[in-house]
């Protein structure tokens, strides 16, 4: 296949892992890491989520 200087090629796009929701994969990913390879707790992540990223969340939010 050729494409033109003048081409946009875009890559497609992924299914969100929770469909409906604004949370990205990206959060959801780090989460579960962050739980079962990491051993921290919610209330940590959720800290850390806040002190980096300036993501609010409640452990409500991430446990259900």
């Given at each position: 296949m050729r494409?033109?200087?003048?081409?946009?090629?875009a890559a497609r796009v992924t299914e969100p892992i929770t469909p409906k929701s604004l949370v990205?994969?990206?959060v959801v990913i780090e989460t579960v890491l962050g739980k079962f390879v990491a051993h921290l707790?919610?209330?940590r992540q959720s800290a850390?989520?806040?002190r980096d990223s300036g993501i609010e969340t409640t452990l409500?939010?991430?446990d259900g």
């Open positions: 494409f033109d200087e003048d081409s946009i090629v990205s994969n990206r707790l919610l209330y850390l989520f806040e409500a939010m991430m």
